[in-house]
T-cell receptor
Framework: QKEVEQDPGPLSVPEGAIVSLNCTYSNSAFQYFMWYRQYSRKGPELLMYTYSSGNKEDGRFTAQVDKSSKYISLFIRDSQPSDSATYLC???????????FGQGTILTVHP | NAGVTQTPKFRILKIGQSMTLQCTQDMNHNYMYWYRQDPGMGLKLIYYSVGAGITDKGEVPNGYNVSRSTTEDFPLRLELAAPSQTSVYFCASSPRLAVGPDTQYFGPGTRLTVL
């Protein structure tokens, strides 16, 4: 079983839709949860960060962590064509720097 | 600041050849990483370094070597290239923070094909 599982998609939605991206993880020691966004032929960049359980909102983006079910979500409201990218969830435990990434979900938002 | 730079951008190798992927960061970050990214497989950690002179293996180190003689540079060496090493390679760096997010800053990647 992979430590972090993410549906690779691809996911295609119309502009303005609400997008839900999800990951599950198996290691209960994971405490830090991140979402990275990767545009085509570029390196990933950090989008959202959450520590432990709960929600975090940043503009149109909301990150959610449910540690009881080991479930990580990213919601995008009013999606835009510029949101088209690969979204990677990432987690780590207490060892700083060593992240475990999901497979990435390819999202396309069409006008 | 240029951030994290990688060279070359593209490379085609023949089976059995060797090469070094270069990575440099100008943010004075202690931590540096090498990942490979295969289609639909996410990022796999090859090697990482917590400072000059200190390196350690990640998830998929076989067939690779690294060194870290300065804070800025973290080259990745491929010896005896194999088709299984065809991938996109990303270098990343991060500051060591007591609190706060794991912001790893990634380079633009090197696309390597082994034929």
């Amino acid at each position: 079983q992979k430590e972090v599982e993410q549906d690779p998609g691809p996911l295609s939605v119309p502009e303005g839709a609400i997008v839900s991206l999800n990951c599950t993880y198996s290691n209960s020691a994971f405490q830090y949860f991140m979402w990275y966004r990767q545009y085509s032929r570029k390196g990933p960049e950090l989008l959202m960060y959450t520590y432990s359980s709960g929600n975090k909102e940043d503009g149109r983006f909301t990150a959610q962590v449910d540690k009881s079910s080991k479930y990580i979500s990213l919601f995008i409201r009013d999606s835009q064509p510029s949101d088209s990218a690969t979204y990677l969830c990432a987690t780590r435990g207490t060892s700083y720097g060593k992240l475990t990434f999901g497979q990435g979900t390819i999202l396309t938002v069409h006008p | 600041n240029a951030g994290v730079t990688q060279t070359p951008k593209f490379r085609i190798l023949k089976i059995g050849q060797s090469m070094t992927l270069q990575c440099t960061q100008d943010m004075n970050h202690n931590y540096m990483y090498w990942y490979r990214q295969d289609p639909g497989m996410g990022l796999k950690l090859i090697y990482y370094s917590v400072g000059a002179g200190i390196t350690d293996k990640g998830e998929v180190p076989n067939g690779y070597n690294v060194s870290r003689s300065t804070t800025e540079d973290f080259p990745l060496r491929l010896e005896l290239a194999a088709p299984s090493q065809t991938s996109v390679y990303f270098c990343a760096s991060s500051p060591r923070l007591a609190v706060g997010p794991d912001t790893q800053y990634f380079g633009p990647g090197t696309r390597l094909t082994v034929l």
